[in-house]
């Protein structure tokens, strides 16, 4: 199995955007919760925790590589370019919803051509040979795109896992697979999931390069997935990342985690915040100040809060558009 042993690959600058973007996302996320408590969105599949591997992994990428994201992968849009007040049209499912035109859960189902997202899928794993596809179409196109392709611990038990990882292996394919270990699948712990825990060790079994990384690391992520898409984009091929994470909140806001994790570990996975360690980081390094750090927290948790109240005053999709984009 392939190791990183570069550690920090960024700049200061680097690093303060890739803290905001944590930050936007967390806004978002606590805002998304608030407003299912109030009754007035329907549904949030939280990212926290998954934070740091999101937004270092997306961060690797250049403007015209292509991002295939699973549904829990709010800060990776926030880096491809998406507003808090795109974010929360879909929220409230508004006709100017640019990524599903109000159509789907929030996050649950959609693209955004123009930042290079597709297409983000409900049915687990369906959009890992999706990947493969892209990233074989920019092979034969030779336009040297490389594609970003996460996804759960779970989605690794489905056919589909098998089929795209792969295709790309046999075919040196310029994408990177990460895979988002959060140790669960809804409710169900990775022990009954695979008898081999070790998901990068998978690669090996297809000829890739493989590695395992703490997700919550941010510098550590940055600079693994770095390397991942320089390999892809030189024609080395595909390599699978494994980023342990920790679920922080319940699987959404329809699932009751408390039910089946207990308080212990509910608090040791509080403890494994990325916002908080790379905040850290950055503080022991003199890079922000921890009333900075607060500062750009508070701030977007205001636009977060501006971000729903605005979307929720935009107009509705009209009826007559129902039908719109429907193909069958
Ligand atoms: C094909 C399919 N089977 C089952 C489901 C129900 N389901 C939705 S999310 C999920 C768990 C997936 O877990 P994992 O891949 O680890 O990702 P996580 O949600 O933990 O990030 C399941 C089983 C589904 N959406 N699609």
């Given amino acids: ?55 270092a992994a997306t961060a690797a990428l250049g403007p015209d590589d292509w991002l295939v994201p699973h549904y829990r992968a709010l800060a990776n849009a926030i880096v491809r370019g998406l507003t808090m007040k795109e974010w929360m049209l879909a929220v409230f499912a508004k006709a100017g919803d640019p990524l599903s035109a109000g159509r789907n ?20 794993a369906s959009w890992i040979p999706k990947a493969a596809g892209i990233a074989y179409a920019a092979k034969l196109r030779g336009d040297g795109s490389v594609t970003l392709c996460t996804f759960g611990d779970g989605a690794t038990s489905m056919g589909e896992f098998h089929e795209g990882v792969n295709f790309a292996a046999v075919h040196r394919l310029p994408v990177v697979f990460v895979c988002e270990n959060n140790s669960y699948a809804i409710s169900v712990p990775i022990r009954l999931q695979m008898a081999n825990p070790n998901i990068a060790e998978r690669a090996a079994g297809y000829g890739i390069s493989g590695l395992t990384i703490d997700g919550t690391d941010v510098p550590k992520c940055y600079a693994a997935v770095q390397e991942a898409v320089a390999r892809a984009r030189s024609g080395e091929g595909p390599t699978l990342i494994e ?77 007559e558009d129902a039908l719109k984009n429907v193909f069958a």
């Fill in 105 to 124: 859960l929030p996050g649950g189902c959609y693209s955004y051509h123009a930042l290079k997202i597709a297409p983000v899928s409900q049915v687990v």
């Fill in 243 to 319: 980023a342990k994470v920790w679920r922080i909140n319940s699987h959404t806001s329809e699932d009751n985690q408390g039910k089946y994790r207990t308080k212990e570990e509910l608090a040791e996975a509080a403890r494994h915040d990325p916002i908080v360690r790379f905040t850290d980081w950055l503080v022991e390094r003199r890079w922000i100040t921890a009333e900075g750090a607060a500062e750009v927290q508070a701030t977007c948790d205001r636009e977060a809060s501006d971000a729903a109240d605005w979307a929720e005053q935009q107009p509705d999709p009209l009826p």
């Fill in 1 to 55: 199995m392939a190791t990183t042993t570069r550690a920090d690959t960024g700049t200061r600058e680097e690093y303060l955007n890739l803290h905001r973007w944590m930050c936007m996302a967390k806004a978002l996320d606590d805002r998304m919760h608030i407003l299912v408590k109030q009754g007035r969105a329907p549904f949030v599949g939280s990212s926290r925790g998954h934070e740091g591997i999101q937004v």
